[in-house]
């Protein structure tokens, strides 16, 4: 719930002034409950670890984990079927955004992005506009004078199509704005289960996890220019896109199911220790 900067510590909340009071008071009554009906935490990612290691002064030795979203390896239909499954007229190099289209992801960048593309390539923005209204996300295609490179498919994606979206396209593009505060399963379950390379922002845990992995580029949040830039590095070079492919198919093998019930098992032993030493 806290509102993070870049990867620095959180300290204080968005929102009104009784919003906050509200979060602080929020905050205060969970500390009490650690070590007493608490004993251990489960977070998404090693930057929510150290936020609330610090919001929460948790004391020494509190049993605190990340365990990430577990992609699963899936086959990938052949690129043409799969455009055509979806109903995309597409030869070229296909971006591809996916999710609900919410004010945190940084919608408005992506589109000032794409015009100023100096690659040639479409962007698929697939998703239910959940902050927005379907006129409204035209009305900023027709703003940016991006018409001719965006191909909105402004509608819940049900699960039977979703590896055909992914395998329909080239790359995925997360250009999720500072706001942003959730995990890494867009990129991790996603990605990694398709194998699809990946343009980013360096939010959340994002920035760090394709780094660290090589699977794709990372750029500036709220900053369209550079998110150009990346997308235009990414959609232009296709021999580099299928170098970063073979990055992100090795995820699934990193992060599977495997690896996080290890983690959950450690995590629930760890706890069990805590509260029996308390």
Known sequence: DAEPRGNAPAKTYAGSLPFKAYKVFQREIFKC???REIFGIHVLG??????LGEQLN??????????????????????????????VDCPGPLLLFFGM????????????????????????LAGHPMDYTPAEIREMIIHDRVGEKVLPHLIYVPEDQVGAYFSAADALVLPYSNAYTGGSGPL???AGSYGLPVIVT???EMGSL???????????PDNPAALSMAIDGVMGDEGYRAALGVQARK???????PTAAKGLTALFEAAIAYKGAR
Not at 111 to 122: E, F, H, N, R
Not at 210 to 215: E, K, L, N, P
């Open 46 to 51: 090693d930057y929510q670890r150290a936020e």
């Open 33 to 35: 409950t650690l070590g």
């Open 58 to 87: 948790l004391p020494e030795g509190f049993p605190i984990a990340a365990i990430h979203d577990a992609p699963t390896a899936q086959p990938r239909i052949p690129q043409v079927e799969a455009r055509r499954i979806i109903g």
């Open 202 to 204: 360096d939010v959340a």
């Open 101 to 124: 289209l919410r004010r945190d992801k940084g919608i408005g960048d992506l589109l000032g992005a794409v015009s100023m593309a100096t690659t040639d390539y479409k962007l698929l």
């Open 188 to 190: 991790l379950k996603q």
């Open 251 to 257: 995820l699934a093998d990193i992060y599977g199911w």
């Open 210 to 220: 394709v780094r660290r992995h090589g699977f794709g580029t990372v750029t500036h």
